[in-house]
């Protein structure tokens, strides 16, 4: 509940505020509120509880100056679950008169937008927030349709479901088109029923970007996006992606640092910025945002994949072998690691991984950027855009990275990789 209310307190002009349930790496530690306060950057700790007992919740919240460690404000509040939306508005907008903040307009019309609550939805969309936010993208998906079946209008869990089909799709573990195609249409759905809801817009602009490469459409929903929520820290990450990938570097690190910035404790949040410094070509820095996410123990399994691939463009083939080979048997993850084998001259190993690539693409049509991957690492560069044609003929995802993925570099100089960046619209 009150990371909830953090994202609905908006823009923060005189208080940089974060709920005690952002910092659970410091649970059990025995530092003063002051000294988490001084390493979060932030004046101020939204601390809560929550009560259930059939359809009546009971919350308490109270604001602490954590420069003080006093109590600034408190109080109490008994709804039924029906009303739980309300009370959540009721509560951002006491905190906000508390500590005078002017509310974003976008955000006070996304707290006005009340409805009814159905409890059985509810529980199910919190069951399915919480397999998303451990990298479960398909049993999240379960809960998330299972929710929508109790109660169809919950913008909520169509923007989430958009969520979890983008990051299928983007994992290599379902048909891009398919992914794509689900994420586009749940994100359209939510936006119908709450237009004020940032995260319909999140999603409608990754899936023009990976489904029809976009890049316009994807632009304008970014900063719609963030002008309805400037202070999710999500929003900037995945615009950062989108910056990436029109290979504007240094604004997509203005973005990941902002996002960073606004959840510094999240294994997400520095495992987004590990991956923009990555491409960015800083990969000691990179490295230490990789390093840091792995100590807070998420077990997602980009963490691993990240550093197989900075461990590979720093030389450290061993390294990044034995990362990659953590992995399981999906393509993204199988072309990095042919990738890796490849430049480590491990020939036999990374061919092996091109016949298995080869069953992919035939199978569920993912896997033809990947295996150009490997071919680029083995030298072959004819075969490696023989398959980066593939690619663009199936419209696949991975040519959104053309112009910022390492391990493309050995086909840069070449006037056909300039001519496939024009194609897929990333041409400046």
Not at 71 to 81: E, N, S
Not at 305 to 312: H, M, N, V
Not at 333 to 341: E, K, P, Q, S, T
Request: aromatic share 8%; hydrophobic share 40%.
């Amino acid at each position: 509940m009150t990371e909830e209310l953090i994202n609905d307190l908006g823009q923060v002009s005189t208080l940089r505020v974060i709920s005690l349930t952002s910092a659970m790496s410091y649970k059990g530690t025995k530092k003063t509120l002051p000294e988490i306060a001084r390493e979060l950057k932030v004046d101020g700790v939204v601390e809560g509880g929550v009560q259930r007992e059939g359809s009546q919740v009971r919350i308490s919240v109270q604001l602490i100056d954590a420069r003080t460690d006093r109590p600034i404000w408190a109080h109490t509040y008994v709804r039924d679950m029906t009303s739980i939306l309300a009370m959540q508005g009721d509560v951002a907008k006491a905190i906000s008169d508390e500590i005078s903040i002017n509310e974003n307009p976008q955000r006070q019309l996304h707290l006005a937008h009340v409805r009814p609550v159905n409890t059985e939805a509810e529980d199910l969309y919190l069951h399915g927030k919480s397999l998303l936010n451990a990298g479960d993208f398909m049993n999240a998906i379960g809960f998330f349709q299972k929710a929508l079946e109790s109660d169809p209008n919950s913008a909520e869990a169509h923007a989430e479901l958009a969520e979890c089909y983008g990051w299928m799709g983007e994992s290599g573990h379902l048909a891009y088109p398919e992914a794509f195609s689900k994420q586009r249409s749940e994100a359209i759905r939510a936006i119908a029923l709450d237009d004020s809801l940032s995260a319909g817009h999140v999603e409608l602009a990754n899936a023009a970007m990976n489904l029809e490469w976009d890049w316009a459409t994807a632009e304008k929903e970014f900063h719609r996006a963030l002008a309805i929520n400037p202070s999710a820290a999500n929003v900037h990450q995945r615009y950062a992606v989108y910056l990436e990938r029109r290979g504007k570097l240094t604004e997509a690190i203005a973005e990941v640092e902002r996002g960073a910035e606004l959840d510094p404790v999240s294994a997400m949040s520095l495992r987004d910025a590990g991956f923009t410094y990555y491409f960015a070509r800083q990969y000691d820095r990179a490295l230490a945002f990789a390093r840091k996410a792995r100590t807070l123990n998420s077990n997602l399994p980009d963490d691993t994949f990240l550093l197989g691939d900075i461990y590979a463009e720093k030389s450290a083939y061993e390294k990044s072998i034995g990362e990659f080979s953590q992995l399981g048997d999906s393509p993204h993850d199988l072309g990095h690691l042919g990738n890796a084998y490849a430049r480590a001259g491990q020939t036999s190993a990374a061919r092996a991984t091109i016949s298995r690539l080869e069953k992919h693409v035939q199978t569920d049509g993912v896997g033809a950027y990947e295996i150009a991957l490997v071919y680029a690492g083995l030298g072959e560069k004819s075969r490696a855009f023989q398959w980066l044609e593939n690619s663009y003929k199936a419209h696949n995802e991975g040519l959104t990275n053309l112009k910022i993925d390492p391990c493309l570099d050995p086909l840069r100089s070449d006037p056909r990789f300039s001519d496939l960046v024009r194609r897929v619209g990333l041409a400046q």
